[in-house]
């Protein structure tokens, strides 16, 4: 059960990571404040969870014939809550810029690698937990941090 939790946690933190990349390169530092990417980041990647957790409750309830119990709702609500935690460390950045504690221009900087980042370590998490081969490894995580870098390559291109 324990790697079930783990596995639901680290999808939707993967999935909410690469939809805060994208919500952040629409911006530019000479458009918006950390406030703005902040709102922009957080409600993006709220929005989709929900939608992904009531698209599962109606998946379930399509398959199973009838509503998730009270226990499914509160388990997944859960995983989708860590997963969102873990999905707005890009976010951070921006909270300390508008603390003061950086310019916005260097959150700009960060918040992209880091998001990058936690691509790659829910990737590795994953090819460990899955038992997968070094090279094999290598190659399915290089592949979520190439939708990583294609966001961010995306951003230094549009802007």
Known sequence: MHSERTAERAARAVYGTIIAMAVLAAFTVEVVGPGTIIAAMVGGVVAAQLAE??????????????????????TRAEDSAAGTIAALVPAAPF????????DTETAFDIA????????????????????????????????????????????????
């Open 95 to 102: 909270a300390l810029a508008a603390a003061g504690a950086i």
């Open 53 to 74: 957790l009531y698209a599962q409750y109606l998946g379930d309830a399509i398959r199973r014939h009838r509503v998730p119990s009270l226990h499914e709702l509160r």
């Open 112 to 159: 992209p690698w880091l998001g990058l980042g936690v691509l790659a370590a829910y990737a590795l998490l994953a090819n460990y937990l899955a038992g997968l081969s070094g090279i094999r490894s290598v190659v399915t995580c290089a592949s979520v941090v190439a939708i990583g870098l294609a966001l961010i390559a995306l951003k230094a291109l549009a802007h």
